[in-house]
């Protein structure tokens, strides 16, 4: 049987439903997160636990994979679950209205809605994950990564400007409107985006080697902790796990420590640590988009060159990590939009180099469980996400009390993430050992841990 892949107008469609999740959770993550600590006053702490909760639900995400994985369907779980995120995008807001003039309702309110978007997020990012490692070829999985990752980051900077634009002057009413906007917005996108797709690549076409033999009948359904146990028990889906938990705890701990790095060690204003955010962001995309172009022209073996690319990233991104911890030593002549760029470019690189090798992963063990697999290795980014701005922050707060002055303070936290991306490239480095032995004869049996 001919596997049909997906041609590039299809990887583009389903890109389009990430444009659509990202445009949903900068509103509930960014937007309500200013709501509430400045137009309502609110403890910079509750918007905080807010979005840490929604991350904490998305441990959720082995299980909607496994669902899409026993029916072999995943377009329906990425309507259903963008249909519960966008429903929670919607009461987000509402809640955050109704803290102003009942708090402790609104917050209970709120804690359902975030929970709802973490479930959305997890439902339909994880199976539309998972359809794009089997529906897309080998080859093209480098630019399907940064295509999807692109077409997010277009959909956050695009609800950022259009929802900054239609919220001015701020009232209750257009924060409502806003978010209703965006919520059903999103939701008809990713119907348009996902009508018909699916239906286009072969039934059982899988990214393993035995794709070309698989049949169209449906998948056996298993429990969902054996599926767990199974897919631990491989040498590589643990490793990956790992490297996927250590490379995402050290990229998110900077994110909330950057701009005030630039403004209590070089001065810099709102608006310049602003820009300063922006130049870190266009180096990200330059990555992403120079690795997603390189993958369609390499012939080599794209995931050895992925897994190269990834130790390259974050060895680059600690490199640049140890300038910003020098840098405070030296606010007056240290260049700092250029090692700030050079960090997002190095961020990018090995952002979309692991997600191309999850989509080369996701097929690959004893029995292909493509959903269970993209679901375990997105809760992994998820805690890392959750843990890691938190740990940054409270890092720092902890360095400030003890250390001689703020760039000490700040050298010894940019210095702990440094370290930590040494240890993701490591790991990295050995994912080919770990691919090896799950080829081995023994790697078919699963060993109980």
């Known amino acids: 049987m001919t596997t049909n892949y997906l041609g590039w107008a299809g990887i583009v469609r389903l890109g389009l439903v990430q444009t659509a999740l990202g445009a949903i959770v ?3 993550t960014s937007t309500l997160n200013r709501v509430m ?30 669902g899409s994985d026993v029916g072999r369907r995943r377009t329906p779980w990425i309507i259903a679950g963008m249909g519960v995120l966008a429903l929670g995008g919607v009461l987000a807001a509402n809640a955050t209205i109704m803290m102003g003039t009942s708090l402790w309702l609104g917050v209970a309110i709120a804690i359902v809605a975030f929970t709802l978007v973490g479930a959305g997020v997890g439902a339909s990012g994880t199976s539309l994950l998972a359809m794009l490692a089997v529906a897309v070829a080998p080859e093209r999985r480098p630019a399907a990564a940064s295509i999807t990752w692109i077409m997010m ?105 950057l701009e005030p790095f630039a403004g209590l060690v070089f001065g810099y204003s709102v608006g310049e640590s602003t820009k300063l955010s922006g130049m870190q962001h266009s180096g990200v995309l330059l990555g992403m988009i120079l690795v997603g172009a390189s993958g369609v022209v390499i012939r080599a073996n794209k995931t050895a060159w992925l897994r190269r690319v990834a130790v390259f990233g974050c060895a680059a991104s600690a490199f640049a990590l140890v300038g910003l911890a020098q840098a405070g030593f030296h ?21 979309v180099s692991a997600v ?56 010894v936290v940019f210095g702990c993430e440094a370290a930590l991306f040494v240890v993701a490239a490591a790991l990295a480095a050995r994912l080919g050992g770990a691919r090896a032995r799950d080829s081995m004869p023994s790697a078919a049996t699963p060993v109980r841990s």
Do not use: C
């Open 26 to 28: 900068v509103l509930t």
């Open 356 to 411: 191309g090798m999850m989509m080369s992963f996701a097929g690959e063990g004893a029995e292909a469980r493509e959903g269970v697999r993209m679901g375990l290795w997105g809760a992994s980014q998820a805690v890392a996400f959750g843990l890691g701005g938190f740990a940054g922050a409270a890092g720092l707060d902890a360095m400030r009390a003890v250390a001689p002055s703020d760039p000490s303070a700040f050298s």
């Open 331 to 351: 606010a007056g002549s240290w260049p700092l939009q250029p090692t700030v760029f050079a960090l997002g470019f190095a961020n990018g690189v090995f952002a």
């Open 153 to 257: 980051i277009l959909g956050i900077v695009l609800t950022a400007n259009l929802a900054g634009a239609n919220l001015d002057p701020f009232s209750e009413q257009r924060l409502a409107l806003v978010a209703s906007a965006v919520a059903g917005g999103a939701f008809l996108l990713t119907l348009l985006a996902v009508m018909g797709v699916e239906d286009r690549v072969a039934p059982g076409a899988v990214s393993g080697p035995s794709s070309a033999a698989a049949a169209p009948a449906p998948r056996k359904a298993s429990a969902f902790r054996a599926a767990i146990n199974e897919i631990w028990s491989e040498p590589l889906a643990r490793a990956f796990t790992i490297f996927v938990f250590a490379s995402m705890l050290a990229y998110s701990a900077q994110d909330l420590i």
């Open 37 to 66: 600590g400045v137009e309502l006053g609110l403890a910079a702490s509750l918007p905080a636990a807010l979005v840490g909760w929604h991350y904490g639900v998305q441990l959720s995400r082995p299980y909607w994979g496994h």
